[in-house]
Protein backbone atom coordinates (compact mmCIF):
# COMPACT_ATOMS: atom_id res chain seq x y z
CA UNK A 1 0.00 0.00 0.00
CA UNK A 2 2.82 2.38 0.74
CA UNK A 3 4.20 1.39 -2.62
CA UNK A 4 1.33 2.18 -4.62
CA UNK A 5 0.76 5.15 -2.54
CA UNK A 6 4.21 6.84 -3.05
CA UNK A 7 4.68 6.01 -6.79
CA UNK A 8 0.93 7.43 -7.37
CA UNK A 9 2.67 10.27 -5.90
CA UNK A 10 5.51 10.17 -8.19
CA UNK A 11 3.61 10.14 -11.27
CA UNK A 12 1.15 13.00 -10.40
CA UNK A 13 4.18 15.34 -9.94
CA UNK A 14 5.95 13.64 -13.55
CA UNK A 15 2.79 14.69 -15.12
CA UNK A 16 2.29 17.97 -13.24
CA UNK A 17 6.05 18.62 -14.44
CA UNK A 18 5.14 17.71 -18.17
CA UNK A 19 2.26 20.16 -18.14
CA UNK A 20 4.04 23.30 -16.81
CA UNK A 21 7.25 22.27 -18.88
CA UNK A 22 5.38 20.93 -22.69
CA UNK A 23 1.85 22.03 -21.94
CA UNK A 24 0.92 21.63 -25.78
CA UNK A 25 1.84 18.36 -25.70
CA UNK A 26 -0.05 17.34 -22.40
CA UNK A 27 -2.96 19.15 -23.88
CA UNK A 28 -2.54 16.37 -26.93
CA UNK A 29 -2.27 13.94 -24.49
CA UNK A 30 -5.68 15.17 -22.70
CA UNK A 31 -7.42 15.23 -26.64
CA UNK A 32 -8.13 18.97 -25.68
CA UNK A 33 -5.31 20.81 -27.93
CA UNK A 34 -5.89 23.82 -29.42
CA UNK A 35 -7.64 24.47 -32.89
CA UNK A 36 -5.78 22.97 -36.11
CA UNK A 37 -6.75 25.86 -38.08
CA UNK A 38 -7.19 29.97 -37.43
CA UNK A 39 -8.81 32.05 -39.40
CA UNK A 40 -6.34 34.80 -41.38
CA UNK A 41 -7.82 38.12 -42.72
CA UNK A 42 -5.76 36.82 -46.32
CA UNK A 43 -5.99 33.33 -46.64
CA UNK A 44 -9.05 32.63 -44.52
CA UNK A 45 -7.44 30.18 -42.36
CA UNK A 46 -3.85 29.07 -41.40
CA UNK A 47 -2.10 26.63 -39.16
CA UNK A 48 -2.54 27.55 -35.78
CA UNK A 49 1.19 27.86 -34.14
CA UNK A 50 -0.12 26.54 -30.97
CA UNK A 51 -0.89 23.38 -32.13
CA UNK A 52 1.21 20.78 -31.11
CA UNK A 53 2.12 19.26 -34.09
CA UNK A 54 2.82 22.70 -36.09
CA UNK A 55 6.10 25.09 -35.91
CA UNK A 56 5.77 28.44 -34.98
CA UNK A 57 4.68 29.76 -38.65
CA UNK A 58 1.49 27.29 -37.90
CA UNK A 59 2.79 24.88 -40.77
CA UNK A 60 3.24 21.13 -40.02
CA UNK A 61 6.86 21.17 -39.16
CA UNK A 62 9.42 19.96 -36.40
CA UNK A 63 10.71 23.18 -36.37
CA UNK A 64 11.18 26.59 -38.67
CA UNK A 65 15.06 26.05 -40.87
CA UNK A 66 16.78 28.98 -42.03
CA UNK A 67 17.15 27.33 -45.27
CA UNK A 68 15.72 23.98 -46.88
CA UNK A 69 16.65 22.58 -50.26
CA UNK A 70 12.44 21.87 -51.08
CA UNK A 71 9.84 23.44 -50.33
CA UNK A 72 5.94 22.27 -50.28
CA UNK A 73 2.89 23.98 -51.30
CA UNK A 74 -0.79 23.01 -51.28
CA UNK A 75 -4.15 21.87 -49.04
CA UNK A 76 -4.72 19.08 -47.11
CA UNK A 77 -3.36 16.34 -49.34
CA UNK A 78 -0.31 17.97 -48.59
CA UNK A 79 -0.42 18.82 -44.98
CA UNK A 80 -1.57 15.00 -44.41
CA UNK A 81 -4.90 15.11 -43.03
CA UNK A 82 -5.62 11.65 -41.55
CA UNK A 83 -1.74 10.20 -41.18
CA UNK A 84 0.97 11.37 -38.42
CA UNK A 85 3.34 14.17 -39.94
CA UNK A 86 6.14 11.84 -41.41
CA UNK A 87 3.45 9.82 -43.39
CA UNK A 88 2.35 12.99 -45.29
CA UNK A 89 4.22 12.75 -48.54
CA UNK A 90 6.67 16.11 -48.26
CA UNK A 91 8.05 13.59 -45.57
CA UNK A 92 7.98 10.91 -47.31
CA UNK A 93 9.65 12.58 -50.14
CA UNK A 94 12.27 13.82 -47.44
CA UNK A 95 12.89 10.18 -45.98
CA UNK A 96 13.49 9.21 -49.81
CA UNK A 97 15.41 12.05 -51.23
CA UNK A 98 17.71 12.19 -47.78
CA UNK A 99 17.25 16.33 -48.67
CA UNK A 100 15.09 18.47 -46.17
CA UNK A 101 11.80 19.47 -47.29
CA UNK A 102 9.85 22.26 -45.55
CA UNK A 103 6.19 21.57 -45.64
CA UNK A 104 3.50 24.84 -46.08
CA UNK A 105 0.31 23.64 -46.59
CA UNK A 106 -3.29 23.66 -44.71
CA UNK A 107 -6.69 22.29 -45.58
CA UNK A 108 -8.75 23.82 -47.70
CA UNK A 109 -6.15 25.79 -49.35
CA UNK A 110 -5.83 26.15 -53.51
CA UNK A 111 -3.19 27.60 -55.80
CA UNK A 112 -3.77 31.42 -54.97
CA UNK A 113 -3.04 30.60 -51.29
CA UNK A 114 0.35 28.94 -52.54
CA UNK A 115 0.65 32.36 -54.93
CA UNK A 116 -0.34 34.94 -51.95
CA UNK A 117 2.40 32.34 -49.86
CA UNK A 118 4.69 32.32 -52.19
CA UNK A 119 7.49 35.67 -50.94
CA UNK A 120 7.55 33.14 -47.73
CA UNK A 121 8.16 30.14 -49.08
CA UNK A 122 11.33 31.92 -51.60
CA UNK A 123 12.53 33.37 -48.24
CA UNK A 124 13.80 30.13 -47.24
CA UNK A 125 15.85 30.11 -50.20
CA UNK A 126 14.87 26.68 -51.56
CA UNK A 127 16.33 25.51 -54.29
CA UNK A 128 12.82 23.25 -55.78
CA UNK A 129 9.20 24.49 -54.75
CA UNK A 130 6.22 21.89 -55.42
CA UNK A 131 3.32 23.43 -55.99
CA UNK A 132 0.57 20.48 -55.30
CA UNK A 133 -2.66 20.71 -57.39
CA UNK A 134 -5.63 18.79 -56.42
CA UNK A 135 -8.37 17.84 -58.72
CA UNK A 136 -10.75 17.08 -56.34
CA UNK A 137 -11.48 20.73 -55.38
CA UNK A 138 -8.97 23.40 -56.31
CA UNK A 139 -11.11 24.95 -58.56
CA UNK A 140 -13.49 25.73 -56.47
CA UNK A 141 -10.90 27.33 -53.87
CA UNK A 142 -9.28 29.29 -56.42
CA UNK A 143 -12.26 30.69 -57.45
CA UNK A 144 -14.15 30.93 -53.94
CA UNK A 145 -10.43 32.18 -52.94
CA UNK A 146 -10.81 35.55 -55.41
CA UNK A 147 -14.56 35.85 -55.64
CA UNK A 148 -15.67 35.37 -52.15
CA UNK A 149 -12.52 36.53 -50.04
CA UNK A 150 -11.58 39.53 -52.57
CA UNK A 151 -7.93 38.20 -53.04
CA UNK A 152 -6.43 38.82 -55.96
CA UNK A 153 -8.80 40.42 -57.33
CA UNK A 154 -6.50 41.21 -60.75
CA UNK A 155 -6.66 37.14 -61.67
CA UNK A 156 -10.54 37.63 -62.24
CA UNK A 157 -11.83 37.29 -65.78
CA UNK A 158 -12.27 40.22 -67.67
CA UNK A 159 -14.39 38.70 -70.71
CA UNK A 160 -17.72 40.38 -70.37
CA UNK A 161 -19.69 37.47 -71.89
CA UNK A 162 -17.70 35.03 -69.09
CA UNK A 163 -18.72 37.86 -66.35
CA UNK A 164 -22.53 37.77 -67.22
CA UNK A 165 -22.55 34.07 -66.80
CA UNK A 166 -21.19 33.74 -63.51
CA UNK A 167 -23.03 36.55 -62.24
CA UNK A 168 -26.63 34.93 -63.66
CA UNK A 169 -25.42 31.45 -62.18
CA UNK A 170 -24.59 33.53 -58.71
CA UNK A 171 -28.01 34.77 -58.28
CA UNK A 172 -29.43 31.60 -58.81
CA UNK A 173 -27.51 29.87 -56.34
CA UNK A 174 -24.15 30.98 -55.20
CA UNK A 175 -21.35 28.04 -55.36
CA UNK A 176 -20.52 28.48 -51.62
CA UNK A 177 -24.22 27.75 -50.74
CA UNK A 178 -24.07 25.21 -53.01
CA UNK A 179 -20.95 23.60 -51.60
CA UNK A 180 -21.63 24.07 -48.10
CA UNK A 181 -25.05 21.47 -48.29
CA UNK A 182 -22.85 18.81 -49.73
CA UNK A 183 -19.91 19.37 -47.25
CA UNK A 184 -21.80 17.67 -44.63
CA UNK A 185 -21.20 14.53 -46.04
CA UNK A 186 -18.52 14.87 -47.90
CA UNK A 187 -16.23 12.75 -45.82
CA UNK A 188 -17.99 9.93 -45.50
CA UNK A 189 -21.00 9.44 -42.71
CA UNK A 190 -20.02 10.50 -38.99
CA UNK A 191 -21.07 8.28 -36.49
CA UNK A 192 -23.31 10.43 -33.85
CA UNK A 193 -20.86 10.20 -30.35
CA UNK A 194 -22.76 10.17 -27.32
CA UNK A 195 -22.42 13.59 -25.55
CA UNK A 196 -20.18 13.27 -22.25
CA UNK A 197 -21.88 13.55 -18.62
CA UNK A 198 -22.07 16.51 -17.13
CA UNK A 199 -19.84 17.35 -13.89
CA UNK A 200 -21.78 17.44 -11.26
CA UNK A 201 -20.15 16.58 -7.83
CA UNK A 202 -17.24 18.76 -6.57
CA UNK A 203 -15.35 16.16 -5.98
CA UNK A 204 -15.28 15.11 -9.51
CA UNK A 205 -14.66 18.89 -10.54
CA UNK A 206 -11.81 19.49 -8.48
CA UNK A 207 -10.39 16.18 -9.74
CA UNK A 208 -10.86 16.90 -13.26
CA UNK A 209 -9.19 20.55 -12.84
CA UNK A 210 -6.35 19.88 -10.71
CA UNK A 211 -5.58 16.25 -10.73
CA UNK A 212 -3.31 14.81 -13.53
CA UNK A 213 -3.37 11.30 -13.25
CA UNK A 214 -7.43 11.76 -13.31
CA UNK A 215 -6.92 13.88 -16.54
CA UNK A 216 -5.24 11.08 -18.18
CA UNK A 217 -7.42 8.50 -17.02
CA UNK A 218 -10.83 10.39 -18.51
CA UNK A 219 -8.76 11.07 -21.34
CA UNK A 220 -8.03 7.70 -22.13
CA UNK A 221 -11.61 5.99 -21.34
CA UNK A 222 -12.95 8.98 -23.77
CA UNK A 223 -10.11 7.71 -26.67
CA UNK A 224 -11.64 4.05 -25.96
CA UNK A 225 -15.05 4.90 -26.03
CA UNK A 226 -14.73 6.95 -29.27
CA UNK A 227 -12.75 4.56 -31.07
CA UNK A 228 -14.99 1.54 -30.40
CA UNK A 229 -17.85 3.68 -31.83
CA UNK A 230 -16.71 5.56 -34.71
CA UNK A 231 -13.42 4.03 -36.25
CA UNK A 232 -14.64 0.36 -36.84
CA UNK A 233 -15.13 -0.20 -40.56
CA UNK A 234 -18.27 -2.17 -40.45
CA UNK A 235 -20.03 0.53 -38.18
CA UNK A 236 -19.46 2.78 -41.12
CA UNK A 237 -19.95 1.09 -43.86
CA UNK A 238 -23.61 -0.06 -42.26
CA UNK A 239 -24.04 3.62 -41.62
CA UNK A 240 -23.46 4.21 -45.52
CA UNK A 241 -25.61 1.38 -46.33
CA UNK A 242 -28.45 2.77 -44.34
CA UNK A 243 -28.26 6.67 -45.74
CA UNK A 244 -31.37 7.94 -47.38
CA UNK A 245 -29.03 9.22 -49.91
CA UNK A 246 -27.12 5.91 -51.32
CA UNK A 247 -26.22 7.20 -54.28
CA UNK A 248 -23.88 9.34 -52.52
CA UNK A 249 -21.57 7.03 -51.19
CA UNK A 250 -20.09 4.26 -52.86
CA UNK A 251 -18.44 1.83 -50.71
CA UNK A 252 -15.38 -0.42 -51.63
CA UNK A 253 -15.00 -3.35 -50.11
CA UNK A 254 -12.45 -6.24 -51.85
CA UNK A 255 -10.00 -7.42 -49.48
CA UNK A 256 -7.50 -5.08 -47.81
CA UNK A 257 -8.89 -2.34 -50.20
CA UNK A 258 -11.76 -0.44 -48.05
CA UNK A 259 -12.90 2.57 -48.17
CA UNK A 260 -15.89 5.00 -49.50
CA UNK A 261 -15.89 7.11 -51.79
CA UNK A 262 -18.14 10.22 -52.56
CA UNK A 263 -18.60 10.73 -56.31
CA UNK A 264 -21.22 13.09 -56.33
CA UNK A 265 -19.60 15.67 -53.92
CA UNK A 266 -16.25 15.55 -56.26
CA UNK A 267 -18.09 15.56 -59.47
CA UNK A 268 -19.85 18.91 -58.32
CA UNK A 269 -16.34 20.60 -57.82
CA UNK A 270 -15.26 19.12 -61.36
CA UNK A 271 -18.44 20.33 -63.42
CA UNK A 272 -16.81 21.42 -66.38
CA UNK A 273 -20.32 22.60 -67.52
CA UNK A 274 -20.44 25.03 -64.60
CA UNK A 275 -18.80 28.53 -65.67
CA UNK A 276 -17.69 29.40 -62.47
CA UNK A 277 -15.59 26.15 -61.74
CA UNK A 278 -14.54 26.85 -65.21
CA UNK A 279 -13.28 30.26 -64.32
CA UNK A 280 -11.63 28.63 -60.99
CA UNK A 281 -9.69 26.56 -63.26
CA UNK A 282 -8.35 29.66 -65.18
CA UNK A 283 -7.72 31.43 -62.02
CA UNK A 284 -5.38 28.00 -60.82
CA UNK A 285 -3.68 28.27 -63.79
CA UNK A 286 -3.00 31.82 -63.71
CA UNK A 287 -1.28 31.17 -60.39
CA UNK A 288 0.51 28.51 -61.06
CA UNK A 289 2.11 30.71 -64.08
CA UNK A 290 2.81 33.40 -61.43
CA UNK A 291 4.41 31.21 -59.15
CA UNK A 292 6.66 29.82 -62.44
CA UNK A 293 7.78 33.70 -62.98
CA UNK A 294 8.79 34.78 -59.71
CA UNK A 295 10.49 30.94 -59.15
CA UNK A 296 12.70 31.83 -62.37
CA UNK A 297 13.16 34.89 -60.83
CA UNK A 298 14.58 34.01 -57.38
CA UNK A 299 16.65 31.17 -59.56
CA UNK A 300 14.93 28.36 -58.06
CA UNK A 301 13.35 25.51 -60.00
CA UNK A 302 9.30 25.07 -59.65
CA UNK A 303 7.19 21.83 -60.06
CA UNK A 304 3.31 21.46 -60.18
CA UNK A 305 2.41 18.05 -58.90
CA UNK A 306 -1.20 16.50 -59.76
CA UNK A 307 -2.81 15.03 -57.39
CA UNK A 308 -6.07 12.80 -58.35
CA UNK A 309 -9.15 12.28 -56.47
CA UNK A 310 -9.40 8.67 -54.39
CA UNK A 311 -12.41 7.98 -56.89
CA UNK A 312 -9.80 8.17 -59.93
CA UNK A 313 -7.23 6.12 -58.26
CA UNK A 314 -9.78 3.47 -57.35
CA UNK A 315 -11.13 3.66 -60.93
CA UNK A 316 -9.19 0.50 -62.12
CA UNK A 317 -10.92 -1.73 -59.01
CA UNK A 318 -14.48 0.04 -59.48
CA UNK A 319 -14.24 -0.77 -63.14
CA UNK A 320 -13.55 -4.67 -62.73
CA UNK A 321 -17.02 -5.40 -62.34
CA UNK A 322 -19.60 -4.27 -65.37
CA UNK A 323 -21.68 -1.87 -63.80
CA UNK A 324 -20.20 -1.23 -60.66
CA UNK A 325 -19.66 2.70 -61.52
CA UNK A 326 -22.18 4.59 -61.19
CA UNK A 327 -23.16 6.84 -63.59
CA UNK A 328 -22.02 9.46 -61.50
CA UNK A 329 -18.39 8.22 -60.54
CA UNK A 330 -18.16 8.00 -64.51
CA UNK A 331 -18.98 10.91 -65.16
CA UNK A 332 -16.84 12.49 -62.76
CA UNK A 333 -13.30 10.10 -63.93
CA UNK A 334 -13.79 11.39 -67.51
CA UNK A 335 -14.26 15.30 -66.20
CA UNK A 336 -11.03 14.42 -63.64
CA UNK A 337 -8.85 12.98 -66.58
CA UNK A 338 -10.15 16.35 -69.13
CA UNK A 339 -8.74 18.76 -66.13
CA UNK A 340 -5.96 16.59 -66.03
CA UNK A 341 -5.11 17.02 -69.47
CA UNK A 342 -5.73 20.43 -69.52
CA UNK A 343 -4.03 21.38 -66.83
CA UNK A 344 -0.86 19.18 -67.79
CA UNK A 345 -1.45 20.82 -71.65
CA UNK A 346 -1.05 24.49 -69.48
Not at 61 to 66: A, F
Not at 68 to 75: K, R, S
Not at 98 to 116: I, R
Request: proline share 5%; hydrophobic share 40%; net charge neutral.
Amino acid sequence: MFSLIVGTIAVEIILQIVALAAPKHYALMLGKAPPMMIKDQILGARGNPDFPDHDKDGFRNQSVPSQVVMVALGDSQTYGTGVKREEAWPKQMEALSKQPVYSMSCGGWGPTQSLLLFNEAIALHPKVIIEAFYDGNDLYDSFASVYYDQQLADLKTTDQSEIKLIREAEERNTLKNEVDSLFGKSDGPAVPEKSPKQIKSRVKEFLGKHIRIYQLLKALMDHLRRTNTSQDWETRKRIAESEKDKEFYQIIDQGNLKTILTPEYRLFALNLSDHRLVEGHRIAMAALNKMKERSEAAHIHFIVMLIPTKELVFQDVVFRQPGAMSKTGQALVENEVLVRQKTASF
